[in-house]
């Protein structure tokens, strides 16, 4: 059991041209709980497993709002994604401060890849261990982002990550196409299927155990209540008992 | 007996995604004593053991009062959690002298979660190596946060940590439904009994080994004095022969 | 498995008079998807295979384009690769601001060749692990750069790099001296067999696969649409079936 | 014999929650000379053993007035005791010269545990070897505090600390209860007592060997001469004569 | 196959006085191409062996125009050179803008020396891997200067280094005392024959693998074309069918 | 033959609570020529063996003149004294400049000893290898100081330090009760006597290697010319042959 | 062939209280070829030996010229005693400007000296690896100054350092009583006997390995030329010719 070579910080190359702190970060997020995000036309939905912290104190964050017309899904180290997001929402308002309107999306996940990637070619600093699904809404319609610890990100119309997340991605992959069209009921359905796809077999969803926003349209960053997450796992239970969910 | 890979420092990631200096900094939280905290709608307890300096020289303090509105538990090391209860009381004082208010609770948190997050990804300091309860009352209401050494925090009804906490934590689930409601005289009952809950079977609370605060709806923060815990431990005695506490 | 020596870092010459890690760093490159560029007396193409991140969102962005006059193919560390194209964003908006002009080409490389250099001889920071196929038109015709890690850089008629390689530099070694006078659409047609010759003998180009981009006279960095792609490989096809293309 | 794990520097975490280095400096303190302090409701006494430095050179200088109302005794690194007393010396003078009023001893010693507590989580530089008991008189009465190399403080009717030390705790410990009423001249026999009492059973006080000094109500900080100290030496030996002192 | 000792760093002496890292960056500029320079009583000369980048992006670049009476044949790592010409090339232009002439060629060559210098006594910074040959015109008639990664210079009357340069300066030794009266065109000839020693035995020169550049009385420097190279090629090749050249 | 544990640098302690690094810079101390101080109630002698530099060179300067009323012996590492002694003039001019008067001693020396313990708590400093006799007079009489690489100094009647100067402070312990009334000659051969004591048996004083300075009322600093020590010395033979020194 | 212990840098003591890395740059020192320095009532003389860089590129410099009335000779690392050499000439234009007068020599050396030690006690620096003979005169006549990597300097009447510089030195003791009274040639003589001493039995001193240079009263600095060297050889010639020199 020794310590693996060309590890030690993240301004050391491997022989291989790879940095290995870089790629010990984003492990940090794969262990996050799964995360799914998903697009129509017009929307956007985030949904996540949530941990409880105890009892009685409700679970771990994994959304944050961080305007009327964006948030995240994090999964991976919570304080260094309170970090970010409070990052995300000083470059929100003061872009509304300088231009009187809304930061592009784009532009907001560029600035968070952007310092993401400056943590990994300093030496005294250490890679974010958090990757975000960001959703947002602007002039250009609806985005969805991946960011990644190295500083990478990619525009996506759906995604999912963290533990066990493959399962989630392969739903997404099978319906993605369908999801241009979809109305903001059915997509929050779909992302309630594709999480649920991420289970163990035994394991169900319940309405204490998931999160769910959704951003749009005139519709602003809302996270549904416990109510509304019910009334969605109702639905999803009354179809599958009609229809097998394939995954 | 030799060191664990990848300890060496707090901006270095292990091959799974950990930062072993921030855990080893949660241990110093964890073998402190056992403090607790407890909130109903209007008012939150904080509740603490305390461990004698020397027969003359008092206890090692466990209770700030960082304003009127708000104070805090400590476990861990003594030392970091003067430095982060000064830093707390320079904020109240700057944001009352700014805004002419007392500062929100939940703000107060933010800030020292991230002065704490900051030393876990910088080299040249170590994480903090103090966990805090965080009890206040600000215009939402009475408030009970937890944070971590790594920058981590939540809200809550009710909370324990420090050494042999796990059973003042189940007594707390077990009936911290029951608070909302409650007024202020159950509620430090209830604080007292789940710290009892966390002493070794042959051990008892005595006056002089307990520390508690209130703070709530018209109740600036305050330190109950020994007669006011032993009066408080005498109905609990009473109490507890007419019934067994459960634990 | 023992650890190289010298190479520690990148300001540790070795006894032969090597930096390893700026080395390493250019393996990052060599592994990277395969890129091609080529010019003629008027235009520059450049070409890239791009690799699907997931069925839903899209290819990693292997073209950048930097100002109406230049553009960029990558290959290496994309998030590095994104930070040196803000880079050049910037430097060519601040140039068109004091001198009211479009940057030259040669001057923009400069610029990152002495940024790049510049992390290969201080500690705190790694080499950047990204190599650049600079594509350019400005008064003095058309351009082709090639940047390396170590901050090394060449100007060339044709070039190929990244995983495969060899057999696109060796392609475009046999025809370069037809190139000047193309038109640019035979440019782009020689660009694609190029990167064609890179692939495995089983594996073939689809308009899903491959990045391409044409800038020169009166014609503005543009990235060629997948339809456009697409026609292209149809043309390739076509001809391929006619004549047998010699690598 | 070979180096303990995760002692390296003050800002690595033990898998223990330890910090290896604050524990030695604090090893520091305790090899250091015997020193005493107690106080009554009125006034401090602080008595500690002196070494000599050589027959012509007078004594390790173990007793530091600060200010008028405010003395330490120190155990541990002199060089960094004189560090620390000129810095609560220059504070002494700056509250006065800001306030027009002597500094209250509690935030004197407030500000040195922050000094000190700071040089314990950054690297590059090392806790300070020294304890202190300080001992002073202010508006609020007659204060006895303890510093640590942690930053940590406490205050206390009556301390002891450096090498067997612990013989002065347990006769502070069976007698400090009677301290609060006594004039200033018992006082100073109950230190010389307590100081005593860490003697080996064959060594016994010398004027030439015990500094005294107090300070308290109408009493500014004053060392006792040599002649004030033989004569409470003669009426401590005249006593236990007559009676045997239990430790 | 052990590290040598004492060459951590460029900060650090061996017992025998000797500081590794500098001696390490030597051979770097020892394993690059061939330079020779030398010079008449008007004229410099530098000329250099070349080596393709690829068959379609020309060659390394050896030689470096600074100003116009001055410029630079260089070996060892090409980004150093760049970093470095660049810098020579901003002095001239300082120097130009204060003084209203051009800069000595010694003082240019004190700076670049001073430059060098700096970066072997310092830690943080490596030493630059290369060496110049400098060759200038100014109010002093022609200058020949080497620099090395140690910071020393010397100026001399003729000059060779790189790899296989031993041969070469045995054919300058041997002829030097002639250059001081020769025209121009001999002197290239010279140049041409010392480079030619340097060839392995069936390697020859041609017009594609030779640098020259030619700077001195009323002539500013002029890298020679690739035809006035093959002329003189020529010329040398008659002479050599004439007479047997001696190394 | 290992290395010592904890000895690494000044800012780390053993966990016995030492600092090995300041302990080794004291034998630097320990190991320099044997020097002497002493003082009256009205002189202070400075006195020391001095090492031939070689024939024609001089000594090694053991004795630096700081202010008409001030000067110091040295033991240990001569830059560094003179680094020590260079900022003492300087301290000694400013404050004349400034109070129109001359420094007293003791605050010299205090300044002298921040200075040096300010490098034994700082990485990338180390600790002076120096300690110092400072000898001075001023309105409160004539001083004498020791300092220590520590940052430690005492004021003393008399003192000896360097290589073998066990046996000078023996005779300095047997006789300095005898000092204070002594005339500046009277002090002179003392201090000669308690020198020569430091010598082997066989070993012998003479003008050549015998540097002595004396400070007092109405006496500036003066080193004593070679003839002024030889009359010294004659005395002391002279009296020597009548009675038999005991050391 | 293990690494010693306590020399990895500057700022480490050994156990002893050595210094081993200043040990090591004095190393460089007695490794550069062999300098001689002597002065008479009037003038001083430096003398060295050369050794040729190559046939065509003249010699290493070891004599530098830094101002009319002073120069030194080096021995050591060139490129550091140029860095030194260029700082004298910045102070003694200093000087000038700011006194209209030349600096005194003394205080010239005694500013590379701070400037040398204050590289001995910080780290990220190393200690400079050159040796210097500075001659000067001044208003206070003739001055030969030794300053050594250390700090440390020495003023002198005769002094010799280098590579075998001990029979040198042995010349000058046996003779350097008889300098003071001597006329500049009879000292340049003498200098150059002592350098000869220096030789290998078989080796002689030639015009071309010997540099000599001297400055006193109504005497610049001036370096003497190659006929005057071989003029002074061969009177040297000459007269060991009637005489046998004793070395």
């Not at 970060?25 to 939905?45: F, I, P, Y």
């Not at 599958?240 to 969910?245: L, P």
């Amino acid at each position: 059991m020794y310590r693996n070579l060309y590890d030690t910080d993240c301004i050391t190359w491997s022989p291989q041209g790879r940095i290995f702190q870089v790629e010990y970060a984003m492990e940090a997020v794969k262990q996050g709980t799964c995360c799914v995000g998903l697009r129509s036309d017009t929307h956007v939905v985030l949904c996540s497993l949530k941990r409880a912290v105890s009892k009685f104190a409700g679970h771990h964050q994994k959304l944050f709002k961080i305007d009327d017309h964006v948030g995240v899904a994090m999964s991976g180290i919570t304080a260094d994604a309170k970090v970010i997001s409070n990052f995300m929402r000083n470059e929100c308002f003061h872009h509304k401060y300088v231009y009187d309107a809304p930061i592009p999306v784009g532009r907001l996940v560029l600035m968070v890849a952007d310092k993401s990637q400056a943590n990994t070619q300093r030496s005294g600093k250490r890679p974010f261990g958090v990757g975000l699904l960001a959703a947002g809404y602007d002039d250009a319609g609806p985005h969805l982002f991946e960011t990644c610890p190295s500083g990478n990100y990619f525009e996506s119309y759906a995604m999912a990550f963290g533990a066990r997340s493959q399962s989630s991605k392969t739903y997404l992959e099978r319906n993605f196409e369908n999801f241009p069209g979809l109305s903001p009921e059915e997509l929050e359905l779909h992302a309630m299927k594709a999480l649920q796809a991420s289970l163990a077999a035994d394991a169900e969803l319940t309405a204490d155990t998931v999160s769910m926003a959704i951003v749009g349209k005139n519709q602003p960053w809302k996270e549904l209540s416990t109510d509304e997450v019910q009334s969605l796992l109702d639905k999803l239970n009354a179809e599958s008992a009609g229809e097998d969910v394939q995954m």
